[in-house]
């Protein structure tokens, strides 16, 4: 398929060796988390951008007012960070469920941008999934530090940040209300794997 994923899905005994992915850690396959196919895509690509427009609808409908997720130039995520979408068989076909993105804001420290599972498939561990990936592709390429905003009444976002191990932070955004935004942090321990020889993070170039 154009891409980049399975005919049909697999059987679970099967999953585990069925990465489809390029560039990114293999699919997480615990029982929470089977059925979701990551891909690395452009933030602008189709896929994403179905996502996208939920999750700003998604805003709009909790806050009243949201971001214009136009204003945020699909280089942004450009290597080495990174914009995930997930594809789960949904009716049939394969279709964008989840996605989020992770930016360099410095050397050391990522940023997770976008982070949105579609209300009909929540629950079944894609969030942890997504994260995770972001966690173990920022950890290569020598973040140390990973930091994301998320919305005041998200209880689930947050439970789900905290259960990762983020810890609640000041805003790092100029401007922000915190009684509508919560930032988070965490820091990552180093990678198991070591980064590609003679690699260094394009800024120190």
Known sequence: MSIGLP?????PSRKRSRNTLTG???TPT???????YLRAD???????WTLIT???????????FADDPATLPAQEFAFPGLFIVGYS???ARWQPSACAGMLFRSPEITEVKKMFVLPQVRGQGWGHAVLEALEQHARLYGARRMVLETGARNLA???????????????YVQGRDPQINRAFAKDLLPP???????WTHPSLN
């Not at 005919?7 to 059987?11: A, I, L, T």
């Not at 615990?30 to 979701?36: D, F, K």
């Not at 976002?157 to 805003?171: E, F, W």
């Not at 198991?192 to 003679?198: K, V």
């Open 24 to 26: 990114l850690p293999a």
């Open 7 to 11: 005919d049909r899905p697999v059987s």
């Open 89 to 91: 068989w949904q009716q």
């Open 54 to 64: 939920a999750l700003r609808q998604e805003q709009l409908d909790t806050y009243g």
């Open 192 to 198: 198991a794997a070591a980064l590609p020889p003679g």
């Open 42 to 48: 452009a933030y602008d690509s189709p896929g994403a």
């Open 157 to 171: 976002a947050m439970a789900l940040y905290r259960s990762h191990g983020y810890q609640a932070i000041p805003p």
């Open 30 to 36: 615990s029982p929470t988390s089977r059925g979701l």
